[in-house]
RNA sequence: GCCAAUAUAGCUCAGUUGGUAGAGCAGCGGUUUCGUAAACCGCAGGUCAAGGGUUCGAGUCCCUUUAUUGGCUCCA
């Protein structure tokens, strides 16, 4: 039997493994080898193997690799929470990005002081060197055999697989787990582990199920590189935003008004007025014009478009909505409705389209008490939303300018780097979400992703996530904690017009149904601060900076000359503040610093005698001086290029 | 909504087995007018998130509520 790795074949014995043959051709790799491929599959690095193959090493460079790792991890976990709580049972425990978790159903949660104890237990396993040894079962031995350990919820996830099904598990000494692997030859490998942190989960993530207590946990191939990443972990949350915009005075919250409710101070006020003026300016420089709609309206409007039987509980209604001989009103979760009647004003002919409406719209959504984080899930935002009301035959085209606009967008606060792509599409089995038939679902699916693969960007297919009446694009970002948000959506809609009895009198005199684009150009403005927040770390691009230049004076013998230079400043619509303060020049610059302003203006006796001054950057590096023009050019510059500095 | 953690001055945090609240920074008033990472002196600032309970006595123990945080679920 000939085994083929690396491109050079070997003559082995039938039957033996890739781990035999790599320990003698590559002993001073191997322990960096976790399992092979052999022929794509992923196995096990000892599995046997009875034909001519060829066999790819898997090390924790690969995402295979990495996963195998963790994979085993949690189940070193699973063994040593057996060993302390020997009543747990065991639910599942997969590798994720960036580690592992592992879902238990005990009679209490675990609580974080739990972690220590079951860390130490962890580390005597590793040391006791177990090697996991597979081995496969009919599905009704299988069965049979975690009834017999009583582990419920292993009989329930065999239960479910095909009757014919082999099922393997893996054991390690006395523990036996179902698992489909590939494990790591030996736990030994698992030098360098950490659990961080506790959590409730519904068992398979259905909310009508038990709540199952998660242990996650994370793991690397040395020391170094697990505390590598917690510092790096512990970097990236000195940049969440709900702290740092709270510190630079961007927003706040008070219990008194409401969770996800922020109150934007001047600071942010002022970045979320500079982001609107220019998405605005941006959206009528590319054909769009603006509507100014209501932010509630009856309970009628919300029965046409689908809202009021889909999303009423995430509504704030006003009066009450079960009494029919009454007035009720909600307010409203989203703008569509009140635009088509922008749209229904008058009759249109094909002419008229595409008839691209645009509107800064805040919205109000009754998000359940536990889903508010920060500025990214609020209750009250407000989204830069448009409806494209166009031709089939303008699909295509008009599409493509949402994405071109979105990307120009994101390229210029530079958050685009950052994005990935999924295209969300409908599942035809939940019947109770989407409403239209198959046949216009599978319309605009196709047409999206004709476009999509055109346009040439990577995306991911998400089943069941396409809002009711249509399939979405949704442009998706990470936060500080590795969460993915949807920061753009893009929607293709087929259905609504029609029920809005939307129409156009098309140049062969029909009267015609339009199709509808909903999109964002920049998202929530709350949630894209967020973002701009973490990116920065707080120290914005200059152009987006609520101050963009502090004079600081030396002397109050300067302070003419500032606040001449103030009003320079002011002038060109630039953001300047002045500190007069009788304080140490040092200690307003810290001070400066600290506020994460972009640009310092320094001066002194010898700057205000010259109508000079010295610049500084938010680094503290200095600039040089220069006259006041200049300086103030400068700043100009940086704010109307946009320039990222 | 569910699981868990947290809540003391504007901010960062002390506050012991229950004995009646403390520091630094910020603020305010003085002094200092100074050339690059925290000048000096003083003053003021708190219903210890809110409400209830146990106790002779609660920041501390118990319950409820609210908010914040991390997950789960949801996300038009």
């Known amino acids: 039997m000939k085994l083929t790795v690396f491109g050079k074949s070997y003559e082995v014995e039938k039957g033996s493994s890739a781990g035999d043959l790599l320990k003698n051709e590559f002993a001073e790799d191997f322990k960096s080898y976790y399992a092979v491929k052999i022929e794509g599959t992923l196995t096990d690095l000892f599995a046997p193997i009875d034909k001519d193959a060829e066999i790819t090493p898997v090390t924790f460079q690969d995402e295979d690799g990495k996963k195998v790792f963790r994979h085993s991890c949690s189940h070193l976990l699973s063994m040593a929470v057996l060993q302390l709580y020997p009543d747990a049972k065991l639910a599942i425990g997969p590798a994720i990005e960036n580690g592992f978790y592992y879902d238990f159903d005990v009679e209490t949660p675990f609580k974080p002081d739990d972690l220590p104890a079951i860390e130490k237990a962890m580390d005597k396993l590793m040391r006791s060197s177990l090697r996991p040894k597979r081995f496969t079962l009919p599905r009704s031995e299988a069965i049979a055999l975690m009834k017999e350990k009583n582990e419920p919820y292993k009989v329930e996830l065999i239960e479910d697989l095909p009757e014919d099904a082999t099922i393997s598990f893996y054991q390690m000494g006395d523990f036996v787990d179902l698992c ?109 014009v603006h509507t100014k709609t209501p932010l509630l309206a009856k309970r009628d409007l919300y029965k046409i478009s689908g809202h009021w039987d889909h999303y009423r509980d995430g509504m704030f209604i006003i009066g009450d909505p079960d009494d029919e001989t009454k007035e009720c009103f909600a307010l409203r979760p989203m703008t569509c409705p009140f635009q088509y009647q922008a749209f229904l004003n008058r009759s249109r002919s094909y002419r008229d389209l595409p008839m691209r409406l645009g509107e800064t719209s805040t919205l109000f959504r009754n998000e359940d008490s536990g889903e508010m984080h920060g500025l990214i899930r609020v209750r009250q935002f407000t989204i830069s939303e448009a409806h494209l009301i166009i031709r089939p035959d303008q699909l295509e085209e008009e599409f493509r300018g949402c994405f071109n606009l979105a990307h120009d967008i994101l390229s210029t606060l530079g958050l685009w780097e950052d994005c990935s792509f999924q295209f969300s599409q409908w599942d035809p089995q939940n019947t109770k979400k989407y409403e239209g038939t198959p046949e216009q679902w599978d319309a605009a699916q196709q047409a999206m992703k004709i476009i999509l693969d055109d346009i040439g960007i990577d995306y991911k297919v998400a089943k069941d996530e396409a809002a009711f009446y249509g399939p979405k694009l949704d442009i998706q970002i990470k936060n500080v904690f590795g969460k993915e948000d949807t920061l753009i959506t893009v929607q293709i809609d087929l259905l609504l017009a029609k029920k809005f009895g939307m129409e156009y009198t098309d140049a062969d005199g029909q009267k015609k149904n339009p199709y509808i684009i909903h999109r964002t150009s920049i998202g929530c403005y709350e949630r894209t601060l967020a973002l701009l927040i973490e990116k920065y770390a707080g120290a914005f691009p200059t152009w987006l900076a609520p101050v963009q230049v502090k004079i600081l004076t030396i002397t109050n013998r300067s302070d003419d000359a500032a606040g001449e230079l103030q009003q320079m400043l002011w002038d060109q619509n630039l953001r300047c503040e002045l500190d007069l303060r009788n304080e140490k020049i040092g200690f307003k610059i810290r001070e400066a610093q600290m506020q994460k302003i972009p640009y310092m203006f320094v001066i002194g006796d010898r700057e205000a005698e010259n109508k000079t001054v010295t610049i500084r950057n938010r680094k503290g590096d200095n600039l040089g001086t220069v006259p006041f023009g200049d300086a103030v050019a400068m700043i100009k510059k940086l704010n109307d290029d946009k320039t990222i500095d």
């Open 180 to 288: 489909a692997g590939p494990h790591l030859p030996n736990l030994n490998y698992l030098k360098a582990f950490k659990l961080t942190q506790i959590a409730g989960a519904y068992w398979r993530g259905d909310e009508n199920k038990k709540m199952l207590s998660r242990i996650y946990g994370t793991c690397f191939p040395s020391k170094q590189e697990l505390n590598d990443y917690l510092e790096m972990v512990e970097e990236a949350r000195k940049r969440d935003h709900n702290k740092l915009g709270r510190e630079l005075e961007l927003f706040t919250t008070v219990d008194i008004i409401g969770q996800g409710l922020p109150i934007f101070l001047p600071k942010g006020t002022r970045i979320l007025q500079i982001l609107q003026r220019w998405v605005e300016d941006t959206e009528m420089k590319r054909g769009y």
